[in-house]
């Protein structure tokens, strides 16, 4: 099947500046050559701490933050030698929904203009009662009623909110959507309400998620494929399934075994990083988990990990210098 989006050798790093003549003094290597694929209709889950390089790398993903170095191809284009006009066509086909939805929304707009102003500007709609219409459709899709179209964001609660945000979202018609934590703000009866939203989305418009989440469950449920970040670097990629059921890399097994149990006995195994994760400013040598994994050796501190591709999971893939921690 071919790619809608393929990312080859990304890299970010942020300079440092110091002193009056701003001397670039270091870096923060937010993203540190990342490798994957999207393919049509599939949901992609990132999971990771604070700090590991998510939100950063979804939003280079969309250009909203420049790559210092790497590959963007969408649709088989490398979005990162796009000029202005090619640029706006992709803004069309790729859009994101933030993690706070009412600061992502203008205070000063009503529902129609926050959801209608892209329309208008990418030529979907030509009128104003076309725009009324439009408005009114795609509320309806995110479970909203066309007469709040007039009200303003703060009048409204925070997942109404995301739905609006949501709307503004589909109403280009684009292909994929970066969900950068947009569930992490919400209370959990509205979060299931919005996961089951995003789901019914998926299905109805054909689209495309980069679901980026700290929480392990809603990746479950929602995602079919999942990458394990850490501090800018995959550790891990594999089928949602065979992921969950055969982590392999002490980092994911990590993350797995803290996701909450129903009862106190069953935490027993859990296992518990100690420490905090080390700065992207200047991280560990040789492998960058070394500092907190359970099973480093002497040798972690000089040689990056190995990339393995266990056969117990196709396409399941992990970055290790020792083979699966079974």
């Known amino acids: 099947m071919k790619h809608l989006l393929s990312v080859r050798r990304l890299k970010k790093y942020f300079p440092i500046y110091k002193g009056v003549f701003r001397n670039v003094v270091g870096h923060v290597h937010a993203l540190d050559g990342i490798d994957f694929d999207l393919a049509p209709g599939e949901v992609l889950g990132i999971v990771g701490e604070t700090g590991s390089g998510k939100s950063t790398l979804g939003r280079t993903v969309l250009r909203l933050i420049e790559p210092t170095s790497g590959e963007v191809s969408f649709q088989g ?15 069309k086909e790729a859009q994101i929904v933030f993690q706070d939805p009412l600061a992502s929304l203008n205070p000063r707009k ?16 030509k009128t104003q009662a076309e725009q009324k219409d439009r408005v009114a459709e795609v509320l309806v899709q995110v479970g909203l009623s066309p007469d709040i179209m007039y009200r303003y964001p703060h009048q409204f609660s925070g997942g109404q ?16 959507i970066v969900c950068d934590e947009a569930l992490s703000a919400l209370d959990v009866s509205v979060q299931a309400q ?19 989440s700290h929480d392990l469950t809603t990746v479950e449920y929602l995602c079919d494929r999942v990458i394990v970040m850490y501090l800018g670097k995959v550790m891990e990629t594999a089928a949602v399934s065979d ?23 069953m935490i027993k195994n859990r296992i518990r990083l100690l420490g905090e994760i080390p700065s992207a400013i200047n991280p560990p040598s040789g492998c960058s988990f070394r500092t907190r994994c359970p099973y480093a050796q002497p040798i972690c501190c ?19 210098i020792r083979k699966p921690f079974d």
């Open 302 to 320: 000089e040689v990056p990990p190995c990339l393995h591709g266990p056969s117990g999971g196709e396409n399941h893939e992990y970055h290790c």
């Open 243 to 265: 992921l969950f059921q055969h982590p392999c890399h002490p980092y994911t097994q990590a993350l797995i075994s803290a996701i909450p149990k129903a009862h106190p006995e």
């Open 194 to 212: 919005i996961l089951n939203l995003l789901q019914e989305l998926k299905e109805r418009l054909s689209l495309s998620y980069i679901f980026i």
């Open 161 to 176: 909110q995301q739905r609006i945000c949501i709307g503004r979202a589909i109403a280009l018609n684009p292909r994929l």
């Open 77 to 91: 284009s490398n979005v990162l030698k796009f000029g202005k006009d090619e640029l706006k066509k992709f803004r």
């Open 110 to 125: 009503t529902v129609r203009e926050c959801i209608g102003e892209g329309m208008v500007y990418h030529g979907i709609v």
